[in-house]
């Protein structure tokens, strides 16, 4: 598999430093708010690479950070008079619900930065022994970004041209103005931890670095997150990190594009900022994956409700052609020419899905690979067919949308009570022979706006 590495500026082939084994860490939310759509899409990008990966047989460890330490929280909880734990934890719960209904699978760890204040404040001491770092009379104590010369080589920054857009502040105690807070001194209002530096709380770039290190070591395969994190967060990060240690952080680094709103940077002034909450509203967010996969994840994202709408429709296609697998009508005769080339063509299929997500994780080639198995599939079952042969379709259809992370079971709609009343009296007429009766009701379920399935596993309503 070859991955684009934002370090190198080009694709270069995935290799572990443990055969067999990824170490990968993600970074996450900070737990004041509901994520936003933006905040899905990394969520969605890096969960689809780890599904893959484990899908090609790699023992992946997934670290994903919770920020419960930070501005926001802060000010959040003192608005409401209560604790930042308060504030954390409640969206840290209403994360996972929008994590699980865009089919993001659970963190092998999802580490919090106040969890770690012990491994935070040793690698800041550390800092500070190897001259990296200096305390200040406030208690904050600065990263000396000039004492890290590779500095800039994440983000093709250039120091000078830095220095010359850095704000001066007078009363700031750095050294330089490009220096930035490994700890932060305590102030009134805000909680604090003692440190040899006096009571105070970490900056938000050690705290990556301080979680990252401690689940996975010094050194592992995959750093990721959002386009707008490599400078000068991803930055930071590395120039703390390899300072402390003299070893490479990350080996790869992967950043997805970033979300516009209807062909606008999305902003919270121009009133087109939305959470995921408020789209779960109005679609099904396995529809949201689905648009978002349908771009490549370097690529920016355009978000519209008439293209999520598409997706909707395009996801309908694959669970419709889902169904006729489920439906389809078995003969008993053994594989004949046409089966065994339906069975080749599954192969190729195979063959291409793998070609795509190993060309840099492209899911939108791949996306594409799968509606030519919807077409294939769904001409297929057009007659009787051996079990064999819709067996291997089944199962290959339900592995590649597993890979993608789209549900192939529609979410649960309320059933109108008359109408559930009326599909158990149509299978009452069912065992009792009564085929007209049962005829009956299946055309009064259509004409109240539901078609009747039915299946190896019983009868179901589709909505028409």
């Keep these: 598999m070859y991955v684009y590495n934002t370090m190198t500026r080009k694709k270069e082939e995935l290799v572990p430093l443990i055969p067999g084994k990824i170490s990968m860490y993600v970074c996450g939310p900070t737990v004041y708010n509901f994520i936003h759509i933006g905040n899905a899409r990394p969520l969605v990008v890096f969960d689809t690479l780890r599904r893959y990966l484990e899908y090609r047989g790699f023992e992946v460890t997934f670290v994903q950070n919770f920020t419960d330490i930070d501005d926001k929280i802060i000010n959040k909880a003192n608005a409401e008079g209560v604790t930042i734990g308060d504030v954390s934890e409640r969206f840290i719960g209403e994360y996972f619900t929008d994590a699980d209904a865009l089919g993001v699978e659970h963190a092998t760890v999802n580490p919090k930065a106040t969890e770690h204040i012990s491994d935070i404040i040793a690698l ?26 590779a500095y800039g080589k994440l983000s093709g920054q250039n120091i000078e041209d830095l220095e010359n857009g850095a704000r001066v502040d007078p009363t700031d105690e750095k050294r330089d103005p490009l220096d930035f807070a490994l700890w932060k001194g305590a102030k009134v209002g805000e909680p604090a931890w003692p440190s040899p530096w006096g009571m105070g709380r970490p900056g938000w770039h050690i705290e990556c670095s301080a979680m990252s290190m401690d689940i996975l070591g010094p050194s592992f395969d995959i750093h990721a997150g959002g386009q707008d994190l490599i400078f000068p967060h991803h930055e930071n990060e590395i120039a703390q990190s390899e300072a402390a240690t003299g070893k490479p952080f990350a080996h790869y680094w992967m950043h997805n594009g970033y979300i516009n709103i209807d062909n606008q940077k999305m902003s ?20 949201v994956r689905m648009f978002m996969l349908g771009v490549h994840y370097r690529n920016p994202v355009n978000f519209s409700r008439e293209l999520i709408r598409q997706a909707e429709t395009a996801l309908e296609r694959i669970r ?29 299929i195979y063959d291409r899905f793998i070609a795509a997500m190993d060309d840099d994780l492209n899911t939108a080639d791949a996306i594409g690979v799968l509606f030519d198995m919807v077409r294939i599939c769904n001409a297929y079952v057009a007659e009787p067919r051996p079990k064999d042969a819709i067996e291997a379709a089944k199962k290959l259809l339900h592995e590649l949308t597993e890979v993608l992370g789209l549900k192939l079971e529609r979410p649960a709609e309320a059933v109108p009570e008359d109408v559930s009343e009326l599909l158990d009296a149509r299978q009452q007429a ?14 009064a379920l259509k004409e109240m706006g539901y078609a009747v399935l039915d299946t190896p596993q019983g009868a179901k309503l589709k909505r028409l």
């Design 320 to 348: 419709t052609a889902s169904d006729r697998l489920e439906e389809a009508r078995l003969c008993k005769n053994k594989l004949k020419p046409d089966d065994e080339a339906f069975l080749a063509e599954l192969k190729t």
């Design 124 to 149: 800041v001491q550390k800092l500070v022994d190897l001259g990296h770092a200096y305390p200040v009379a406030s208690g904050d104590v600065y990263f000396a970004v000039r004492s890290y010369p």
């Design 268 to 287: 919270k002034s121009l009133g087109n900022f939305f959470t995921v909450r408020d789209i779960s509203k109005e679609f099904d967010l396995s529809a």
């Design 430 to 443: 069912r065992s009792s022979k009564d085929f007209k009766r049962a005829d009956e009701i299946r055309d």
